[in-house]
């Protein structure tokens, strides 16, 4: 069929086939999971959910590569890391346009997923000469005692559908040069960009002379992860996606004892002063609440503006809004691509109409925008004056709607910011020192990541990525995020003659 886009289904489907041939991927068996682009919201290929015990034997042999993997010296492990690097940086267009094929991110969104993918690379083959771990001064004569890091294990990895490829790399480059292997479930909305990633870093494993069963994907749903999640042999958990997953992840791991590292949903908010640059603001708040469409983790959602500049801000805010281009991502030009599917547009409708049931005023936005089939789904973003923090808005609807609420002192501000159940990404637009110190203080934003004078989305990999609350808690990427992926031994040496006991004790 031809939609209006001009675009034959059959010509994506074909592309996105291509370019797993291209990614050196192969075209997976016919099954009952179907990959959809979200640009017109029809099938791209479909292929099979792996089944219960291929699952089992996918843990299998990740536990059987991590008995070799773990005594391999960590920067020869990092070789491999090295090697995808180059594999990403070669094919990262192949990759990129995959992305958004699956994803429906414009073009400019999907290479900078995957240049983060490379960056992370980077940073853990950097981190494989860095695995440092303390050495302290005993209280005993002629003794050493230290810290020593040690690979964990298996590392399973659940992600969502709107990184489907840069999570995966934060976690799987750091876990490899940790000495960990990784079975991935990628989501079910996302599988062919998964199929992709495990092709190159196969390939990568194969021209280093590396274990290519390091690595193991399984494909399919909830239920496909929930074995993961349950089985004793995978040592550590690293899911992201909905605090309605994590719920159930969270306490799963712990009742066998396992580790899990959550990355759940955010609420992210953004303080504007008096004294801020309201030029520079308002482009920064454009980008983090329409961006992706919205469909960031760390997208914002709620704006605490001073009444004293809500009319200036909110005016260029809509102007600008009323600017942005929707529609095709792969298309140039186009700053806001679809969302990812029916479910996601239907959550927008019913924030949106909660919202004005509690007495919000629609400011721009909010319309459908038809001509694009359908099964597709294209939305103007959304702004909404609020009379309250009312319950819709301490949700967060992963759709593009930027709730707007005034202030008159800047505790009240912070004490609103913090209202929410979430606490991943947070902002404050000033230029007055004390108020920026105060957001980043004990008694400021509440937040894993406070910034100022920036938005809240666009993390660099450098720093540790993750929030509070119902966040999770998680922190993957940079800094020391590391050490979630390895146990801590402490070792305590003798190297003289006596044996004093600690604490002074006498024993004889
Ligand atoms: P989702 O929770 O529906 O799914 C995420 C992943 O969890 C998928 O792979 C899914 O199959 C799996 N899953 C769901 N239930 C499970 C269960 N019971 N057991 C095992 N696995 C299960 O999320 P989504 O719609 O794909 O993504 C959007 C959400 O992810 C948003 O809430 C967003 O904020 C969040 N997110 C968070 C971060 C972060 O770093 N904090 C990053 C990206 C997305």
Known sequence: MTDVLGTHTTELSGRAAQLLRDLGADLPTPGALTARTPITGEPLLTLAATEADAVDAAIDRA?????????????????????????????????????????????????????????????????????????????????????????????????????????????????????????????????????????????????????PEVHQLIQGGSEVGARLVDDERVALVSATGSVRMGRIVGPRVAARFGRCLLELGGNNGAVVTPSADLELASRAIVFAAAGTAGQRCTSLRRLIVHSEVAAPLLQRLTKAYRQLRVGNPLDDGVLVGPLINERGYGAMRSALDRALADGGELLCGGERVDGFGTDAHYVTPAIVRMPAQTEVVREE????????????????????????????????????????????????????????????????????????????????????????????????????????????????
């Open 397 to 508: 609807t992963f759709a593009p709607i930027l709730y707007v609420l005034e202030y008159q002192d800047f505790d009240t501000a912070i004490a609103l910011h913090n209202a929410v159940p979430q606490g991943l990404s947070s902002a404050v637009f000033t230029r007055d020192q004390r108020e920026a110190e105060r957001f980043l203080a004990a008694d400021g934003s509440d937040c894993g990541i406070a910034n100022v004078n920036i938005g809240t989305s666009g993390a660099e990999i450098g720093g540790a990525f993750g929030g509070e609350k119902q966040t999770g808690g998680g922190r993957e990427s940079g800094s020391d995020s590391w050490k979630a992926y390895m146990r801590r031994a402490t070792n305590t040496v003798n190297y003289s003659t006596q044996l004093p006991l600690a604490q002074g004790i006498k024993f004889e």
């Open 63 to 211: 536990a059987t590569a991590f008995r070799s993997w773990r005594v391999v010296p960590a920067p020869a492990r990092a070789a491999l890391v090295r090697r995808l690097a180059e594999l990403l940086v070669a094919h990262r267009r192949e990759l990129a346009e995959l992305v958004t094929l699956e994803a429906g991110k414009i073009r400019a969104e999907a290479l900078g997923e995957v240049q983060e993918m490379i960056d992370v690379c980077e940073f853990a083959i950097g981190l494989s000469r860095q695995l440092y771990g303390y050495t302290m001064p005993s209280e005993r004569p002629g003794h050493r005692l230290m810290e020593t890091w040690h690979p964990l294990g298996v590392v399973g990895v659940i992600s969502a559908f709107n990184f489907p490829v840069a999570v995966w790399s934060w976690n799987t480059a750091l876990a490899l040069v940790c000495g960990d292997t990784v079975v991935w479930k990628p989501s079910d909305t996302t599988p062919l960009t998964a199929l992709a990633c495990h092709a190159l870093l196969r390939r990568a494993a194969v021209e280093v002379g590396a274990d």
